[in-house]
């Protein structure tokens, strides 16, 4: 691949000064054993680092729980590769032949890490300020559109709140039937609240969990 230094890097609105940075933060770990990871791993730490003081100065009056809330809706992996897609990162990706056969490029914990690791990448070669620079750069339009942190409670803790506020007892919630693969499962669950109950399958136990939680909630509301 050749370096994707001047299209990528006007992407990011950053000039890497140490451009083996950025083909490092590119590679996966199935295309060379001198690949992303370790960048991800600090980048990883910036980004809540940089989002969490983000929060702190934007939101004076929000608690703990709720700065948390929202940090976490910002650094999980979703966004992350909703991110790496407005920058199309996935044409620049240096991946190995069984990644790039089955759509690793397209796949989001490859993206997200990604991400994360051109954060790293960036953080060494230009330092915190850069970093955090690009960081509440490329967050702009998300932290534009953030929504309160109420609304950022997840389907399950809204339930369980809603059944708290009336003294009523928390849901059960079973699994039903696990299909596919290993790596492909599909999960069915149940949630139970009394006589109250709502299936809903997910391509997680929590995922699965949470939608039938939000089906259940709308039902008694």
């Keep these: 691949m050749i370096l994707p230094a001047s299209q990528l890097c006007a992407s990011l609105g950053y000039n890497f000064q140490q451009p083996a940075l950025l083909v490092e933060a590119l590679t996966h770990r199935s295309a060379s054993a001198s690949n992303n990871e370790r960048l991800e791993f600090l980048g990883d730490a910036l980004l809540n680092m940089v989002i969490a003081e983000y929060l702190f100065q934007q939101y004076p009056k929000a608690s703990e729980g709720e700065l948390s809330r929202l940090r976490a809706s910002l650094v999980k992996g979703e966004t992350l590769a909703e991110l790496a897609r407005n920058l199309q990162l996935g044409d620049w990706l240096y991946l190995g032949p069984g990644e790039l056969k ?10 997200s890490d990604a991400m994360e690791a051109i954060f790293g990448a960036v953080y060494l070669d230009g330092g915190l300020g850069a970093c955090r620079d690009l960081i509440v750069s490329l967050y702009r ?3 534009a559109r953030l929504l309160s942190a109420n609304e950022l409670k ?8 809603y059944l708290q506020a009336r003294q009523q007892a928390l849901p059960i919630y079973n699994v039903l039937e696990i299909r596919g693969e290993p790596h492909t499962q599909s999960f069915k669950v149940e949630c139970v609240v009394a006589e109250a109950r709502a299936v809903a399958e997910g391509s ?15 039902r008694i509301q």
Excluded: M, N, V, Y
Aim: aromatic residues 2%; hydrophobic residues 35%; positive net charge.
């Design 141 to 143: 339009d998300c932290l």
């Design 102 to 111: 089955s759509g690793g490029f397209r796949r989001e914990s490859i993206l």
């Design 154 to 161: 997840d389907p399950k803790t809204l339930l369980q709140e």
């Design 204 to 218: 997680s136990r929590r995922k699965a969990e949470q939608e039938a939680a939000r089906q259940l909630l709308a």
